[in-house]
């Protein structure tokens, strides 16, 4: 059976993102997030399945709906598992991504969370164009299809 390309270090995976939008520019973006909260990273407590990315009207890149669940030693720290988490990308990459969402249908999507090689959370993002229903259709037949094949081979 193939095995799908994703990283070693993945931490947790958008699965209906392939299925629910073309994928186009892929970026890889840092996340701020707080002691407690790298710690539930780390031990995959997180789910970005429901998530969106914005960018607010200051020009700043936001994730939301993305759930890091509360780390049970954090002691007397209050934490907000829903609360909006900061993207970190450079201003040319920004720019691009906004004059990409301005064109009707375009959307932000996290695909991938991951741990960095010097122990950074890490989150790659596309944007993404929604599928109509025949493209979904289209999609599931080639997967049934490539499936045969990789029986066979």
């Known amino acids: 059976m193939a095995k799908k390309k994703t990283r070693d270090n993945s931490i ?3 699965r209906r993102a392939s299925f629910e939008y073309i994928l186009e ?3 890889e973006a840092g996340l701020v997030l ?3 909260e790298i710690k539930s990273v780390r031990e995959k407590k997180v789910s970005i399945s429901e998530a969106y990315c914005y960018i607010d009207p200051k020009g700043i890149l936001k994730i939301k709906g993305m759930r890091i669940s509360e780390f049970k030693n954090a002691g007397y720290v209050v934490q907000n598992p829903d609360r909006e988490k900061l993207l970190l990308l450079q201003k040319s990459e920004l720019k691009k991504i906004n004059n990409k969402l301005k064109d ?3 959307t932000l999507v996290p695909l991938v969370l991951f741990i960095s090689k010097k122990g950074f ?3 790659e993002i596309a944007i993404g164009k929604g599928k109509k229903y025949h493209d ?3 999609s599931l037949k080639d997967k049934d299809i490539k499936r045969e094949i990789d029986r066979f081979s």
């Open 12 to 14: 947790t995976v958008n």
């Open 25 to 27: 520019d892929k970026f």
């Open 34 to 36: 707080t002691g407690p």
């Open 104 to 106: 009707q249908g375009n």
């Open 121 to 123: 959370a890490k989150l």
């Open 136 to 138: 979904k259709r289209e």
